[in-house]
């Protein structure tokens, strides 16, 4: 009878770490064990950031002390600080994830609060293409190097991070295509290029320095500085007149023009290399014809309904 009070009681069972462990603990094993084994440095360096942000709130706190009031008002005290809804939503999802791993493969926690807390709603999608008319004098404010990062983003649809991080053994010219092996979602991507693109590596082959390995370097023939590429970029925009612009427009411009050129929605998605088809739908009002066809075809089934109409009709007057 001592034994089985004992038991109920819980006094042969040790208590989960969740009860000692603080939340500064888990962010640590967090970003040591999972951020830096499993993902790019520029990812663990944005999860590095998000989890500052956190730690000073929830700290010192044990997992255990966290419920979903105390997230709840985290965000409201982000939003007064003035971080953006998407922003929010990362922090969370980095916390969410963390307690993930502390309860199913740690065994530190039984529950995560933070799977009962809502996200920040975000209307961020940007809409903004690059006109015909303003790539002319984009293109005519710009120098050549970036006449040419410019053409390629805007026929490729690639990164700025992939073009930067682009090595001419990527580039196979025989096939038209360019391999992709470290990007966002760490995949392996083959991107086709059309005549413009191609055109431009060409002649950047033909004039590249020696022992140099990236396509869009730097005059040391070193990997270009991405804020030397923006100061550029910015400057030209400045020069051209177009204002609310933004490097990876370029990208948007190109998925925008996809669709104006009557391009599928599926063939849409393959080419932007999205995971899912939810991020091409954003762009298919662009083109309001591939709507046609099915308004067209009501058409034509009342035309068939009146055409079988008349043919009964007739039927029944000859009878």
């Given at each position: 009878h001592k ?14 770490p ?15 064990e999972?951020?830096?084994v499993?993902?790019t440095?520029?990812s663990?360096?944005?999860?590095k ?5 956190l730690?000073?709130?929830f700290?010192?706190l ?5 419920q979903?009031r ?8 982000r ?11 990362n ?15 740690w065994?530190?926690v039984k ?22 008319e ?11 190097w ?22 001419w ?8 295509t360019?391999y ?6 760490k995949?392996k991507d ?9 055109e ?7 004039v590249?320095?020696i ?20 100061r ?5 925009l400045k ?8 490097f ?11 669709v ?7 063939t ?17 009002h662009?083109?309001?014809e591939s ?29």
């Amino acid at each position: 009878h001592k034994v089985m009070t004992e038991l109920i009681e819980g006094r042969y069972f040790e208590k989960l770490p969740g009860e000692r462990k603080t939340f500064r603990e888990l962010m640590e094993r967090y970003l040591k064990e999972h951020s830096l084994v499993t993902k790019t440095p520029k990812s663990s360096l944005r999860d590095k950031s998000l989890a500052s942000h956190l730690v000073k709130f929830f700290g010192e706190l044990t997992l255990s002390q966290i419920q979903p009031r105390l997230i709840a008002e985290y965000k409201r005290l982000r939003r007064e600080e003035g971080a953006a809804p998407k922003t929010i939503n990362n922090e969370l999802v980095l916390m969410n994830h963390a307690f993930n791993l502390a309860m199913k493969e740690w065994e530190w926690v039984k529950d995560n609060p933070v799977s009962r807390v809502r996200r920040e709603r975000v209307h961020n999608f940007r809409d903004r293409w690059l006109r015909p008319e303003e790539e002319e004098r984009l293109l005519a404010a710009s120098p050549e190097w970036l006449q040419d990062i410019i053409i390629c983003a805007l026929n490729t649809g690639m990164r700025q991070g992939e073009l930067l991080n682009l090595k001419w053994q990527d580039v196979d010219f025989l096939r038209r295509t360019i391999y992709i092996y470290e990007q966002k979602n760490k995949g392996k991507d083959i991107i086709p290029l059309n005549e413009d693109a191609l055109e431009v590596l060409e002649r950047r082959s033909k004039v590249r320095p020696i022992r140099c390995e990236y396509v869009f370097h730097s005059k040391r023939g070193t990997r270009m500085d991405p804020r030397n590429l923006l100061r550029a970029f910015y400057d030209s925009l400045k020069k051209a007149g177009i204002e609310n612009f933004r490097f990876h427009d370029l990208r948007h411009t190109f998925a925008t023009r996809l669709v104006h050129a009557g391009v599928d929605i599926y063939t849409v998605q393959r080419l932007m290399r999205w995971k899912t088809i939810s991020m091409a739908m954003r762009y298919a009002h662009h083109y309001p014809e591939s709507l046609r066809p099915g308004v067209e075809k009501i058409a034509r089934y009342r035309e068939r309904f009146i055409t079988i109409l008349s043919q009964s009709a007739e039927k029944g007057a000859t009878t």
